[in-house]
């Protein structure tokens, strides 16, 4: 069956980096568009970032010029590099795949960003 396994989160100081992976297994994992998501305490789960199967990425406004996606197809793994980190940053972090009507989320990874 499809699994999602988050790692590679944990507490950094601001301005700090941290680099997320979430492996994939149970399907072609390089057919599919992979995308991080993150949810703050009390906040809506938000979209982070996205890559397609061909490689384009689309990240959220807020984390375009600190974070990048990234994909290795033979290790069926998608990361997350997250530069400049800052408070409002600290969130756990999904990853997620969708297979026709199916969704798929990992269990996340939290991601805590001191002042």
């Known amino acids: 069956q499809v699994q999602l396994v988050e790692s590679g989160g944990g507490l950094v100081q601001a301005g700090g980096s941290l680099r997320l992976s979430c492996a994939a297994s149970?399907?072609?994992?390089?057919?599919?568009?992979m995308t991080w998501y993150r949810q703050a305490p009390g906040k809506e789960r938000e979209f982070v970032a996205r890559i397609t199967r061909s490689g384009n990425t689309y990240r959220a406004d807020d984390v375009k010029d600190r974070f990048t996606i990234s994909r290795d197809n033979a290790k069926n793994t998608v990361y997350l590099q997250m530069n400049s980190l800052k408070p409002e940053d600290t969130a756990i972090y999904y990853c997620?795949?969708?297979?026709?009507?199916?969704?798929?989320w990992g269990q996340g990874t939290q991601v805590t960003v001191s002042s």
């Open positions: 997620r795949t969708t297979r026709g009507p199916n969704d798929y």
């Open positions: 149970g399907f072609t994992f390089s057919i599919y568009d």
